[in-house]
């Protein structure tokens, strides 16, 4: 038997719009390592390798390959799947996989859910004794990670926010007598989306930001925005979509037990509209936030595609339990180093916005846009369109 | 007194991604004519004409006017207002601004709404003997105008939903059990836009297609989608806002007077939850679908501008009482032609999908698609951004 070993890669939790570059890196750097047998795909996150459900990378168009850098959602499909505890018959099924297809290289793109999943599994096959070496890379448009300076998707995402907030900021500029508008921006438990807004110059950004690590107050809340209303006759809120809004003080109705699916701006503007008469309109950014392909910014595509790569290699190297992780270069000009971190540093926990990123209800801090600006570049790329205008994205035969 | 008169152009009704472009169209085409006095623009459309509130549009900085390519909104501002009867004060207020500044040329760049002020303009300076000339440049993203084969703005809000949806059909298809999205797209009585997602790629598009000329049956919505479902583990609606989904059916809760602010795939996703017992979720395009200006389309922002011009050669030729209307030359390729319809025609009425572009709810027929597919082609023009991302717009001084 020979000493080449195979290699799984899968993805797991929300997808983003670089998760697939990550999955390019790692195509290109395996295809130069003989030393690899086989480079699968596992269908839906660890699901796959549960349910044996691989594909064979090495077979797909080379033309396919180079439009993963433009293919937003998670090509091999994805999964929230939480692994059990070791001794659940679901391992078994694991080790049948790795063993059929003599799998010695694990890659777990994903957050910090994810990020669980490659600890329990690089614990596992040490504990089993097993040569399996497994390595996360880094994935959440939230930016929640800990350890990593910032997540892959988090700066596309970002942009994406940023541009569709001045697109609609410019549109409610239009009459003279407009309405408030709450922008609900993800972001549960963070505020990193939600603060990029900042970035917008004065006369088209919005006017209020309220991101989860900031005290919440609805009375505040409704003086102010009434208060920039007077004065400009309209007005823009970038929300959190993790504020702690109080649902039952907009809507009495919720007291007869009507389980509304309502996000939490939908539950402001009815606050604006009955507490202050004033009209309002409530706007989700929504999946986009995660999936737009062409506010891929440069440095997040390229960073994306080197930690990819960098798994690879660490694996290769023997090293297992580690995610990759980017901190930068000390210096003016942007530039980001790739480390490993042992990955039981950042499964399950959630880095928050620091105090000193945040000012008032009104604006972030320089500090904060000094971090964020650097990240935003849009890529050079230029995207691939079909004739009629619609963007291309990759496909993969047996998907 | 010398014979030289001046132009008045306004914005009214709901932004488009273009409607800039006619601005920057009447602007170049206007600075080339010395018979014109002044370039002025009017501030939130006809209100600017009875408050005297007009900007010089000659004095604008030759790069923001370029930059009008690219910005969203209503640059000058835009309204809603409706014109009253001819005996109203208002129009004595109009006939003051038009003598104190000598107009004689006034462009309506708006919907079907806003050809009515065109219209009613027209007659009464008609009926006064008055010597100025009111012409009309469509702009409705709805596309609903009568006469003109098409209206500008459409092209481009097509463009952004197409690929928008596109980009949730692929974010839906990541998971192995996934949810029932329904993607709420603009058009109160007509499904102009929700119909243009039939153009996607079969393995990336909706798998229903809801437009209001359409029969809507709630029993036949409910068991097409868990067909669907049931098939794929995931389904994918575009909705029209203008479906007449019954919300009471949807919420109790209705029935205690809770006057709710959601759109129809609000009512619909809950509707699936409960009937279907299956997750869903409701996704509005909302503002951003009139308001990107990085998806304008060729065609689009070509005959933006071109009808701009045109509508301002008609008013120095003398015409008045006319919109700018758009027809296909006949051949293979696509190429349009300008021409001038009486407002009457078109003011406040409606035009809908015609029978013969519907097929079934799964699909639009070949003939609305080869109607579509020619205007979609996305800018050569590369678009202008700031160095962190953020896309560049027009500002005009005095605003």
Known sequence: ???????????????????????????????????????????YGVEGLIDDNLIDLRKQDPEQIELLKQTPGAILGSTRKKLPADDNPLFGKIIETIQKHNIGYVLVNGGNDSMDTCLRLSRFFEEKKMDVKVMGIPKTIDNDLEVTDHSLGYPSAALHIINTTKMIVEDAKAYKKGKIVLIEIMGRDTGWLTASVDLLPEDCRPDLIYVPEAKWNEEQFLQDVKAVYDKKGYAVCAVSEGMPVQHENAIEADA?????????????????????????????????????????????????????????????????????CLKRRPGTAYQSITFLSPVDQIADKTKQLPQEFLDDSKHMSKEFRAYI??????TKQRHIYEKNGIYKSARFSSI
């Open 256 to 324: 007869f037990g009507h389980k509304s699916m309502d996000g939490c701006c939908v539950t402001l503007a009815e606050l604006v509209k009955n507490k202050l008469g004033i009209g309002s309109r409530s706007i989700e950014l929504s999946i986009p936030e995660r999936a737009d392909p062409l506010f891929t910014t440069e440095i997040d595509q390229k960073e994306a595609i080197r930690c990819g790569v960098f798994a690879l290699k660490s694996v290769l190297q023997g090293k297992t339990g580690y995610m990759v």
């Open 1 to 43: 038997m020979s000493n080449k070993k195979s290699l799984v890669y899968f993805q797991s939790g929300g997808p983003t719009a670089v998760i697939n570059c990550s999955l390019y890196g790692v195509i290109k750097e395996a295809e130069k390592h003989p030393e690899i047998e086989n480079i699968y795909g596992a269908r």
């Open 373 to 378: 600006e650097p990240l935003l570049m849009v």
